[in-house]
């Protein structure tokens, strides 16, 4: 363990080696490869009624456009089964079962065509229980994605008062895992989740180092609104990130969920780990402007949504900094008192009105990156 902590960089005993996430096993959610240096993969999680299979599905898509890679759907009851197997026939995305409290539901969603199961070990019930979806799961060759909660760790271990509650989802979360190895089902990956971004931080990089192969799933859980919840998850997520530790990632954000995923992306093109379309670099104003910056702002990034291409734009808003800055963005605009310059490859294209400004970047996106205007 200790070779493996330090090739992985957690020893300092000289230069670092690899980062944590190229030591991970790799287990595959669909055709989705998490863990072993994959990418790390985007996920969220639907909040339809399960048993609507139609609205669930158009949440899938609505998801997949906005470039999530794995979602997940609650099983909160029988009567949800079957609309879970509908949804797995038809989704665009590999499907995981989220199973609380009743381990039959995890053994119907196998049956269902479920590509993973996420349980709580905590509170499923007992081992024999456990075992039996950890059973039907080797049947199905799928993974399970074991979620450790601070509302339901092993309560064995949530009762000991020496603990913090790091150490609570750190020692639950190793209990867990030594029982899954110990049958003989390896194929897991490990999330340990609390709403404290320095919680979060914590937990996983203790679990990174003690089990370096399993693959950890990363996210703030209970995170409140978009604008707190993507704070949070960017201080924990984009700590972590940065270290080498995560495979996969869900921010819980209480707001529609293609806004998780549009978090996520943004996490992850931070840290400079995965790009998805533009990267918008605007500046935040001030009494030098002479323009409508935050509203062009809002204006370009709601019509960039359109576009593919993984390019830099600049919206700027004076002079001091904004023809510069446009000039090192693959294209941009830059302010001036009711008007301003259009810049693409480091080159002035010109001076356009304020009321065209928008139009015009849009349309030398277009002609440079694109296949016709976009609304």
């Known amino acids: 363990m200790e070779d493996l902590r330090r090739e992985a960089g957690l020893l300092g ?186 919680s979060t931080i914590r937990t996983n990089r203790e679990l990174s180092a003690r089990i370096p192969t399993v693959p950890l799933h990363l996210g703030v859980t209970e995170a409140g609104g978009l604008g707190p919840a993507t704070v949070k998850n960017s201080v924990a997520l984009g700590v972590l990130l940065s270290e080498g530790i995560g495979d996969t990632v869900r921010v819980s954000i209480t707001a529609p969920p293609e806004e998780e995923v549009r978090v996520v992306w943004n996490i992850l093109q931070s840290v400079g780990l995965r790009r998805r379309g533009p990267e918008i670099v605007s500046c935040p104003t001030c009494g030098r402007c002479r323009i409508d910056l935050m509203g062009l702002a809002s204006q370009v990034e709601e019509r960039l949504r359109g576009v593919e291409a993984p390019i830099t734009v600049a919206v700027m808003g004076c002079v001091v900094n904004g023809p510069g800055e446009a000039r090192a963005a693959d294209i941009g605009i830059a302010g001036g008192d009711g008007q301003g310059l259009l810049i693409a490859g480091g080159e002035s294209l010109g001076s356009v009105p304020e009321g065209r400004l928008v139009d015009a970047l849009m349309e030398e996106i277009d002609r440079r990156y694109g296949d016709g205007p976009r609304p």
């Open 13 to 198: 005993d000289g230069a670092p080696g690899p980062l944590p996430r190229t030591l991970t096993r790799r287990v595959h959610v669909g055709p989705v490869a998490v863990g072993g240096g994959a990418p790390v993969a985007v996920q969220s999680m639907t909040c339809t009624p399960t048993q609507d299979p139609a609205a669930t599905l158009a949440q899938v898509a609505a998801l997949a456009e906005e470039g999530c890679e794995i979602v997940r759907v609650a099983v909160p009851s029988a009567d949800a089964l079957d609309g879970f197997g509908e949804v797995c026939a038809e989704s665009p995305l590999p499907v995981v079962a989220d199973i609380h409290f009743d381990h039959r539901l995890a053994l119907g969603a196998c049956a269902r065509g479920a590509s993973a199961l996420r349980i709580n070990p905590g509170n499923i019930g007992s081992w024999a229980k456990v075992d039996a979806v950890i059973d039907a799961a080797g049947e199905a060759g799928i993974p399970i994605r074991i979620g450790v909660n601070a509302g339901s760790l092993d309560p064995a271990v949530d009762a000991r008062e020496d603990l913090t509650q790091p150490e609570k989802l750190v020692e639950s979360a190793l209990s867990f895992v030594r029982h899954f190895e110990g049958r003989g089902f390896p194929d897991i990956v490990l999330s340990a989740k609390t709403h404290s971004a320095p």
